[in-house]
């Protein structure tokens, strides 16, 4: 915890390395800088006040934690003790820091590629969704940037509105062939007549068994009638869709 010793120790040791003075940090907390002799001597330092010291050594002394232990912070409202929003002064600026993001949370190492939309730039799905050298058959110039880990994943227009709410017309299904398919998941299936259709998958005993959001019903179908059947991870919004050119 920021108390005792290690806060003052801490505070001092972040003092010296970037030159602050004692009363430089007293005027940018807002207190006198006997008070901050306290906390480097003895560690006395109101709790209402160690969020805006963590943000005052992490947005102007510098990004390093110096022992400073950042994780046992809890977010509070700046600058009172009755957890009321403090009037905002010239050294404002310096508080706007509350929480930091734990050191093993990885930032940057998103696997997001481009996958492509396919589909209804030709009238609809193709008869078969990927070459032998496993290219996308059909495949548009539309785009949307998605994290996954499937390298068949692919988008295709939503049409009508059996599955409103969740997926709307002019928005897009994210389609993950790889990963299996159980009862629950949303599915794109395609049948041997060509017909193909966003779908809820009830069950794949006693035949495949389909359900929709806003339709009642359900539709039933032997193995031997469904030439694929693929999971829907999510829908995608049009605003997410870019063009190549």
Not at 227 to 238: G, L, Q
Request: one cysteine or more.
């Amino acid at each position: 915890m920021l108390t005792g010793e290690k806060l003052g120790a801490a505070i001092e040791q972040a003092r010296e390395k970037k030159g602050v003075s004692k009363k430089a940090l007293a005027d940018a907390m807002g207190v006198k800088p006997a008070s901050v002799q306290d906390w480097v001597k003895y560690g006395r330092i109101a709790k209402e006040r160690i969020n805006d010291l963590v943000a005052y050594f992490a947005d102007v002394v510098g990004p390093e934690h110096w022992g400073l232990d950042f994780h046992s912070v809890k977010p509070h409202q700046r600058g009172t003790s009755d957890g009321k929003e403090a009037a905002p002064s010239s050294s404002a600026s310096a508080y706007n820091v509350t929480h930091l993001p734990e050191a093993r949370i990885p930032v940057g190492d998103s696997p997001a590629r481009r996958v492509y939309v396919v589909g209804r730039a030709n009238g609809g799905l193709p008869e078969r969704i990927w070459t032998d050298g496993g290219y996308l058959v059909g495949a548009t110039e539309e785009y949307a940037v998605q994290a996954t880990d499937d390298a068949f994943a692919f988008l295709t227009p939503i049409v009508g509105t059996s599955m409103s709410p969740v997926y709307n017309p002019g928005d897009f299904a994210f389609v993950e062939p790889s990963t299996p398919v159980e009862a629950g998941d949303d599915v794109l299936v395609r049948l041997t007549t060509g017909e193909t259709m966003l779908k809820r998958l009830r069950s794949c005993h006693n035949g495949i068994q389909l359900e929709s959001y806003n339709e009642p019903g359900t539709l039933f179908f032997a193995p031997e009638e469904v030439s694929w059947m693929y999971y829907v991870a999510h829908p995608v919004r049009r605003k997410k869709i870019k063009t190549r050119f």
